[in-house]
């Protein structure tokens, strides 16, 4: 623990320095490229298009910043365009999960070490949802529903060997219970496979299955956090954010979040790093995005320097801990 | 259009043509299959594997090709080995040749010199050279298509698409 | 009557004069995004989002939907004068509005083109004012069998439809799904094809491989006929839209036909693409031209449009009522949607009717608006084919690039472009047909996908595809079709059998 801390003074100690030292700030050269590694519509490509749309309208880039998409291989394409752009400080890259799982189930080399870590922004939770037609109340009652018909009850979920998978298998690994795990595309689709019935429930996030629990067509059982949601406004007629129980408090103890993070290419000096931080700073300071984060339930977590690199230094951990458990991981050659 | 290519004589036959098509196509699924049994080509309780369908898929491949092959050798042995007539003359073949080069050369410039300045090239020489208009008229032209280019792109509609040496010296 | 009195609420909403220049300024920008191939529609809406954020919801998505209905008008144009598809869902009308421009008949193409796209866009729009809630509800019974049935049925009412030889037509296609299958295969997460090259981490773009096939492998074509594109000298007529529009009524069964299909794939989210492909492949079944389609038949141009925009306007209704896209294009609406402050799902018709009604008049409205502005356009886009080959030729090349690097960013595209514009060009002269190539990569990974999905949850057994009668009323249908040629002359025995020499042909 004492470590720990002393680790971080450290880090704030030599931004300090730095920030002094750095008498003409760095500034954005040219057009900010801001890479997606998903496709557009999903949750990363929302979310980076709406800091494209704030940092617009608040003027706060002196530069244009584009999105593009490079969503090729579980959004491999666009880690290795980051990864090949060494130096290149006009390049961001926004995260999800397959920053940790991607490499380590397909084998395409790269890692979060070569990036150059700036922020994290916020932090996606995970619920588990299930149609509004069937009896389960609780996490507890879906399980054992499950554990009593094993092979029955279908999972659905966004990609292979992706977050979604990881979690299911954790469920599986704790609690005995078997499911089919069936991929989509996307959790638009995954939402609209559970309202349709064609499986039994998912692991969405709070963004992808909200309008459909508004509705009353899916019911939240528990949410994959050590802590329950903050947000106490009712969604619906009796129920909000913060009434959906944990997943520990209902036996099931898995706690899983994804980052939604920002990082830069490879080699990029701190002045650079401390103006993103700044850029995001003010982001998140802005009405707009205060709306964007209620909307979809994120946990917000901001996060920079050390602090952030050992989240992400544990989190690969714990990836690559659960992927070889649940035996995801690529196939040495 | 001064040079209207004269036909000249015949190049290769389409029978030759089919033959290497065929040939070619059967190479393809072959690795195509290899690839995918490597990689499992099964059914099991959870359905097909990764490999099960671009498997087969190659195996049909494999089998039409071979068809084809055949059906071009018999035509071969009957003795009729230039049957078909002809694929492409060297006339017309040279004029295929006169657009197809320059296009690698215009892409392996977008790799280096970006798409604005390799197009704006590319557009000119090709305008002097086949088109046999005034240099000054094709520079101008060139120049024209790839600002506008650049315009839509990169300042409207905010796509970026490859720079080169140039777009950085002004800061893009 | 509830649904009219709130319709012409939406217009009293719509038609203000600043929203109305909104949809102008969407309509010209929705054009340009769909003539310039790579650039779709769905790129389009998500690069402009951002600068919607301080717009009111309805201007935004009147300007953004209109920028839709553009694109959906101008992803013929390309397609019909230089044989480059400009969006997915406009490769069918290459098929025949190609051969019509090289006939010197580009101007009646695309009249066809646009009055068929328009009138498919109606016929969605009436079905999703009055029918909302019923057909919204219809999209949830479509789980991976379903689906699957649905692209089986794509593909089999469009299998055994040239002259070419059987094994030509079985290689092309079986080459699309073997290219189909390169990169992450999404069902396991294993690579597949790749060979160690990340190069190859996104397989081969349909949209690159058609620019290609068929844009460059056009030029290469032409370039051998010499240094001109045929139909160059064709007059242009300002009359030619009247022209068109007497000898249109004639399709109006294909019409109906395709417009039925747009709304049935558009609201179950099977895509404008593959609406486009069923719908040629069944007009050129029972058509009674239905050989010569491929050689310049105005009909073969109806039927790929007026399901592409029935397709592409009814995908809207699955974003507004349930949540769901529809089509790429609709999932990014969706995410503007969110950013705009709105939440889209079963709630938005109960709490944000005027959005709704607005957005739904703004279809009926922005799709006239587009009409006019397209069809005053057909001179000035049928002139473009007078402009000297050695001019157009580079310009069509350099735009080709653009169009494959902007698929997916990626330089390696640019490669494979050349690589398929040699395929087009050698297939083309040894007459295997791309057709079946083009719709196996479209759908091929797709397919597979549906397919894998129905088969975990089935646990490996393949009844499930008659398992119940939407999936297996689908598989029938698909099955018919497959053996159409079959059954249709069982049908003419048993009829000259029946009625003697009738009208023999």
Known sequence: MSLKIKA??????TALALSMTAANAWEPTRTVTFVVPAGTGGGADQMAREIQGVAAKHNLLKQPMVVINESGGAGAQGFLDVKNSKGDANKIIITLSNLFTTPLATGVPFSWQDFTPVAMLELDEFVLWVNADTPYKTAKEYIDAVKSSPGKFKMGGTGSKQEDQIITAAIEQQTGAKFIYVPYKGGGTVNEQLVGKHIDSTVNNPIEAVANWRAGKVRPLCVFDSER???TAKITKDMSWHDIPTCKESGLDIEYLMLRGIFSSPDVKQDAVDYYVDLFKKVEATPDWK???EKAAFKQTFMTGDKFKQWVADAAKLHHDLMEKAGFLAKKK | MSDEAESGRSLVSIRTMEIATAIVIIAFAAVVMISNYELGAGWDSSGPESGYFPFYVGLILLISGAAILIGELTEVIKGRPSGGGSFVDTGPFVQVLRIFLPMIVYVIGIVYIGIYV????????FMVWLGKYRVIVAALFGIGIAVALFLTFEVWFLVPLPKGPLEALLGY | MDSFMSLMQGFSVVLVPGNFLYMLVGILLGVLIGVLPGLGAANGIAILLPLTFGMHPTSAIIMLSCIYWGALFGGAIASILFNIPGEPWS???????????????????????FTSSFIGALVAVILITFLAPIIASFALQFGPAEFFSVQLLTFCSFVGMGKESPFKTIASMMIGFALAAVGLDNVTGQLR????????????????????????????LTMEEGLSFKGASARINPLVVLHTWKVLPRYWLTSLRGAAIGCWLGITPGGATPASFMSYGLAKRFSKNGDKFGTGELEGVVAPETAAHAAGTSALLPMLTLGIPGSPTAAVLLGGLLIWGLQPGPLLFVEQKDFVWGTIAAMY????????????????????????FSIIAPVIVAICAVGAFTVNNAMIDLFFMLGFGIIGYVFKKLNYPLAPFVLALVLGDKAESSFRQAMLGSGGSLSIFWSNWLVGGITALSMIMLFWPLISKVIGMVRRKGAHPVAAE
């Open chain 1, 8 to 13: 971080l003074t450290l880090g704030v100690g």
């Open chain 1, 229 to 231: 949601m903050s947000y």
């Open chain 1, 291 to 293: 709306d964007f984060t």
């Open chain 2, 118 to 125: 390799s197009t704006a090239i590319f557009i000119g020489v």
């Open chain 3, 91 to 113: 490769v069918a009308t290459t098929f025949d509005g190609f051969p019509l421009a090289q006939k010197g008949r580009a101007g009646e193409a695309l009249t066809a083109s």
């Open chain 3, 193 to 220: 094809m790749t060979f160690g090259f990340n190069e190859l981490l996104n397989g081969f773009d349909f949209l690159v491989a058609v620019i290609g096939l068929f844009g460059i492998g056009e030029i290469l």
């Open chain 3, 365 to 388: 409205v922005g799709n006239v608006v587009g009409l006019a502005v397209v069809l005053t356009t057909v001179p000035l886009w049928a002139s473009i084919l007078r402009i000297p």
